[in-house]
């Protein structure tokens, strides 16, 4: 079971926002039955069942071992992943594109080149797992209080400089074999305070 899984499939999608299939991957964090189960989420066996199908037949649950009980066969089953997240490429149509408005003081921009590194890393997880590799990747996560908005102006200066000086210095346009990487700093409200700063 992998901590995260990434759902690019729109079908896969659909299932996996359905309340009771909700309930159903969260309680299969440990594996269950649909007799199991049944009792857990207030359902009918037989309509557990069929959730069961549905979530299986997208690779969002798989089969751990099946049990013979009398002359009935009780299939155990538990969800591929801890968690979730439904990739852009599941409405790839529609999917925030951070080229189209590439403001970058913009809530709306950050949220668009937030969805292209979901879309981004979930596509180098599963070509990972599918080759049973590791992705390389690094990230830094911290909080900052600006006393006022000034203040968090400069912050964004001076880290735009900052950035800026280690891409020139380590950017290699003609480094054969090199490979290149795709840096995303962001810094927004923790939560939302509406005083501005």
């Known amino acids: 079971m992998f901590d995260i899984a990434v759902i690019e499939d729109a079908a896969a999608a659909e299932v996996s926002l ?22 857990r989420v207030g359902l009918p066996r037989q309509k557990v069942n069929y959730h069961l199908r549905a979530l299986e037949k997208h690779g969002l649950v798989e089969l751990v071992e099946e049990r013979r009980k009398g002359n009935m066969t009780e299939r155990v089953l538990r969800a591929t992943a801890s968690s979730y997240v439904i990739s852009p490429l599941a409405m790839a149509a529609v999917a925030p594109d951070p080229s189209r408005a590439p403001d970058r003081l ?18 180098l997880i599963s070509g990972a797992d599918k080759a049973n590799k590791k992705v390389a990747t690094f990230a830094v996560e911290g909080e900052v209080r600006f006393a006022n908005a000034a203040d968090r102006a400069a912050f964004a200066e001076e880290l735009a400089t900052a950035v800026t000086t280690l891409i020139g210095k380590y950017h290699d346009e003609k480094a054969e074999g090199g490979r290149s ?3 995303v700093l962001a810094v927004h409200p923790s939560k939302e305070t509406g005083d501005g700063a």
């Open 18 to 39: 359905d309340p009771t299939r909700v309930r159903l991957l969260a309680a299969l964090a440990e594996p269950g039955s649909a007799a199991s189960l049944a009792g």
């Open 106 to 123: 913009s809530a709306r921009w950050l949220l668009a080149l937030a969805a292209r590194l979901v879309k981004d890393v979930g596509t």
């Open 181 to 183: 990487h795709r840096l």
